[in-house]
Every structure is written in structure tokens, then in C-alpha cells.
T-cell receptor
Framework: RKEVEQDPGPFNVPEGATVAFNCTYS??????FFWYRQDCRKEPKLLMS???SGNEDGRFTAQLNRASQYISLLIRDSKLSDSATYLC????????????FGAGTRLFVKA | DTEVTQTPKHLVMGMTNKKSLKCEQH?????MYWYKQKAKKPPELMFV???????INESVPSRFSPECPNSSLLNLHLHALQPEDSALYLC??????????????FGSGTRLTVV
């Protein structure tokens, strides 16, 4: 089982749609959780940190469920500019600190 | 503009060449990282420097040699690479390497082609 697993995608949605990405992690020692966005041929950029209490930034809402080892990202009112790959990222200390990237979920928002 | 600067942006090198990738950040971050990313794959960790000391080497072949001259600079020296080493090499930094929860800032990467 992969340490961080994401929906395989791609997701094709119309503008204005609500889309949800899911991510699960296998190591219960995981400490920090993030969503990154990566545009084609560009570097990943931090979208949001994810907290147990949930957090929202405009149209984006992230949730963490430690009991189920599950992370989600909800995008409301999708824009064309939201088209990108969304990477779920987990950091943990296993005798040395590591950050593990999920494989990413590609989102296409169409007019 | 990214706050982590990588040079060069593109590099083509032969298998017998020696070259270096450079990374610089002035955010006061104490952890710096090298990642390798192949097309349609997530970034893969290569090296972690924490407070200018190498703390993680993810079993990277010795043809890749990292160097951290000071807290703002990170180099990756390349020698005798193989065509399969062609990839996007990303540098990143973070406040520390101990799970501070602030995430990473990535540079825009060096796109390396080995011929």
C-alpha cells in the first residue's frame, strides 16, 4: 500500500462546479498535512496546510480526519484557472523527518 | 516571483560532463531540499539539509553530490549522469525540517536533459 494515496483522476468539471479530492495516508505517526497545486511544467506551490479543525481559504476548504487517516480538499465554484494537478502531502518523523507526496490528481475545468 | 531561486532554468549535458545546479533562498529558512521530478510523477526526495548539515540522503547515486555552503545556498553537483537522470530538479526550503507545519517553498526548478 502506498504511504499517501490520492484519487487517480483526471477530473473533468465545468466552470462553477464543486469538486472534491480525497487522500489517505497509511502512517499514523504523520504530523503535518498539506495540499499543493502544480501547474504543467511548473513547480509545486503550497495551497493550504490542513488542520484537524478544518480550514477554509476562499473557495477552498481542507479537512483532516486523523482517526480515518483521511484528508480532503473541496473546491467550490471552479474556475478555469483552477486547472492543475493537486498534490496531497504528508510529513512525518520516522527517525528522520520525511515529507511524502501523493501521486497527484489532475483537474481540468472547462468552459 | 518565487522566493527560492534556482539556476540554470534549463541544462543540457553530456554523460561525461560535470555541472552544478544552484539554489538560493533569503527567507531565513533552516532546511533545504533537493527533489527530482519525472513527467507525470510527484516529486521524489533526494536530500535534506537541516541547519547546513546533510540529514537525509534517500539512497541517491554518488553521481549526485549535494553541498550546502551556507544557510542560504544549496548546490547539487552532477557528474557522469545517465540519460535516465533527465528530469526536473526542484529545490525547496522550509522554516525547519521538523514538521513545523509551514510547508515548503519550491524554486521553479532546473529542467535537466542528459544526452
Amino acid at each position: 500500500r502506498k504511504e499517501v494515496e490520492q484519487d487517480p483522476g483526471p477530473f473533468n468539471v465545468p466552470e462553477g462546479a464543486t469538486v472534491a479530492f480525497n487522500c489517505t495516508y497509511s502512517n499514523s505517526a504523520s504530523q503535518s498535512f498539506f495540499w499543493y497545486r502544480q501547474d504543467c511544467r511548473k513547480e509545486p506551490k503550497l495551497l493550504m496546510s490542513v488542520y484537524s479543525s478544518g480550514n477554509e481559504d476562499g473557495r477552498f476548504t481542507a479537512q483532516l480526519n486523523r482517526a480515518s487517516q483521511y484528508i480532503s480538499l473541496l473546491i467550490r465554484d471552479s474556475k478555469l484557472s483552477d486547472s492543475a494537478t493537486y498534490l496531497c502531502v504528508v510529513s512525518l518523523n520516522t527517525g528522520g523527518f520525511k515529507t511524502i507526496f501523493g501521486a497527484g490528481t489532475r483537474l481540468f475545468v472547462k468552459a | 516571483d518565487t522566493e527560492v531561486t534556482q539556476t540554470p532554468k534549463h541544462l543540457v549535458m553530456g554523460m561525461t560532463n560535470k555541472k552544478s545546479l544552484k539554489c538560493e533562498q533569503h527567507m531565513g529558512h533552516r532546511a533545504m531540499y533537493w527533489y527530482k521530478q519525472k513527467a507525470k510523477k510527484p516529486p521524489e526526495l533526494m536530500f535534506v539539509y537541516s541547519y547546513e548539515k546533510l540529514s537525509i540522503n534517500e539512497s541517491v547515486p554518488s553521481r549526485f553530490s549535494p553541498e550546502c555552503p551556507n544557510s542560504s545556498l544549496l548546490n547539487l553537483h552532477l557528474h557522469a549522469l545517465q540519460p535516465e537522470d533527465s528530469a526536473l530538479y526542484l529545490c525547496a526550503s522550509s522554516q525547519d525540517s521538523q514538521g513545523s507545519g509551514y510547508g515548503y517553498t519550491f524554486g521553479s526548478g532546473t529542467r535537466l536533459t542528459v544526452v
